[in-house]
């Protein structure tokens, strides 16, 4: 199994960046929430979002509320997660993860993570 996040960068604030989750050899992957998870250095791991195969989402976070907007497609297994009015304090790197219901992802008990893209956002 494997979650390949990708689609981090640099980026000015202000700005917007597309981060991308490729989930492949999950069986039974339609039954798995995705999400996406941040990590600035020095905080604690921090949920933002989570997806369902039937499209429905949760956020996990009020700090990006309004910002961003999750995305799932089923035919080719991805999960997408486009950020606006990125802001410095955005910066971190960035998970998706997956896992059989919301509640574990809340409680970041995913089944599996992926490694991870760099998200900096400079002032």
């Known amino acids: 199994v494997q979650l390949q996040a990708s689609g981090g960068g640099l980026v000015q604030a202000g700005g917007s960046l597309s981060l991308s989750c490729a989930v492949s050899?999950?069986?039974?992957?339609?039954?798995?929430?995705i999400g996406w998870f941040r990590q600035a250095p020095g905080k604690p791991r921090e949920g933002i979002s989570c997806i369902s195969s039937s499209g429905g989402s949760v956020d996990l976070t009020d700090s990006m509320k309004g910002r961003y907007t999750i995305s799932r497609d089923n035919a080719k297994n991805t999960v997408d997660l486009q950020m606006n009015s990125l802001k410095p304090e955005d910066t971190a790197v960035y998970y998706c993860a997956a896992a059989l219901s919301v509640g574990r992802l809340r409680g970041h008990n995913a089944a599996y993570w992926g490694q991870g893209t760099q998200v900096t956002v400079s002032s």
């Open positions: 050899g999950l069986p039974s992957v339609e039954y798995y929430v």
